[in-house]
T-cell receptor
Framework: DSGVTQTPKHLITATGQRVTLRCSPRSGDLSVYWYQQSLDQGLQFLIQYYNGEERAKGNILERFSAQQFPDLHSELNLSSLELGDSALYFC??????????????FGAGSRLTVL | EDQVTQSPEALRLQEGESSSLNCSYTVSGLRGLFWYRQDPGKGPEFLFTLYSAGEEKEKERLKATLTKKESFLHITAPKPEDSATYLCAVGGYGGSQGNLIFGKGTKLSVKP
């Protein structure tokens, strides 16, 4: 157990629907990162929050949004889902604002299947 | 643009057969180079961080090294439990906004 908790583990939904993925960071970590992992693209950085504030954006689609709450848990909202959104979504956390020199601790992931 | 390329994509070894995995990178000012291990259906697990050329780190049968352009993950006398996908990532000062850029990984299979 890494200390980063993600729910749900598996999610099957239909095109056009909206889902919410939840992440609780490791105790003491203030930064939360969301990554998407698909077979052909590898791990792609989506977005980062630090202590409730958005800090960096990567390859995140406009249909996707995220937020970090005062208790530091984070939610990733995916809307108007398309078949191509099927992937593993990972949350990671770290103690500091920038991950470039700091270790990320990953959760077990949420597997999204869009039919 | 910050970039990470890993090779080979897949590697099959016999138990005890040593080998190396390669990670070539391009980054605007290296903050750190990271190696992670990922087992099927699980999240990446941290192995090593390297910060400067010439640095080396070891853990059991694994040894990571770093030059100005690439990093190697050497696996000595591997065992079947070393089978996993090994991911390399870099953090830079430039366009990645300090966040990690991952390679696509090398899938290692070790047969008994």
């Amino acid at each position: 157990d890494s200390g980063v908790t993600q729910t749900p583990k598996h999610l099957i939904t239909a095109t056009g629907q909206r889902v919410t993925l939840r992440c609780s960071p490791r105790s003491g970590d203030l930064s939360v990162y969301w990554y998407q992992q698909s077979l052909d693209q590898g791990l792609q950085f989506l977005i980062q929050y630090y202590n409730g504030e958005e800090r960096a954006k990567g390859n995140i689609l406009e249909r996707f949004s995220a937020q970090q709450f005062p208790d530091l848990h984070s939610e990733l909202n995916l809307s108007s889902l398309e078949l191509g959104d099927s992937a593993l979504y990972f949350c990671a956390s770290s103690p500091r604002e920038r991950s470039g020199a700091n270790v990320l601790t990953f959760g077990a992931g949420s597997r999204l299947t869009v039919l | 643009e910050d970039q990470v390329t890993q090779s080979p994509e897949a590697l099959r070894l016999q138990e005890g057969e040593s080998s190396s995995l390669n990670c070539s990178y391009t980054v605007s000012g290296l903050r750190g180079l990271f190696w992670y291990r990922q087992d099927p259906g699980k999240g990446p697990e941290f192995l090593f961080t390297l910060y400067s050329a010439g640095e080396e780190k070891e853990k059991e049968r694994l040894k990571a090294t770093l030059t100005k352009k690439e990093s190697f993950l050497h696996i000595t006398a591997p065992k079947p439990e070393d089978s996993a996908t090994y991911l390399c990532a870099v953090g830079g000062y430039g366009g990645s906004q300090g966040n990690l850029i991952f390679g696509k990984g090398t899938k290692l299979s070790v047969k008994p």
